[in-house]
């Protein structure tokens, strides 16, 4: 589990996500307790628990895509 709250996360493309809300929560297919972080970029939130972040160069980056925009011409 982590133990400091992080303010910020990244994205996989280094794209800063701001840390708004965080819950601390059983995650029974880890068995074990954990946070979801709820996270805003451009007024847009979702949630991501932390065993879906890994520590690179001391920043927490999610694994998966997450705000994909979807352009249309």
Excluded: C, W
Aim: glycine share 4%; hydrophobic share 40%; no cysteine.
């Amino acid at each position: 589990m982590i133990n400091e709250i992080p303010t910020m996360i990244y994205d996989n493309l280094g794209n800063q996500l701001k840390v708004v809300r965080s819950n601390k929560i059983f995650f029974k297919n880890e068995n074990k307790y954990g946070y979801v972080f709820h996270v805003e970029k451009a007024e847009k939130v979702s949630t991501v628990s932390e065993f879906e972040l890994e520590l690179k160069n001391g920043k927490y980056m999610l694994k998966r895509d997450i705000f994909i925009e979807v352009i249309s011409v």
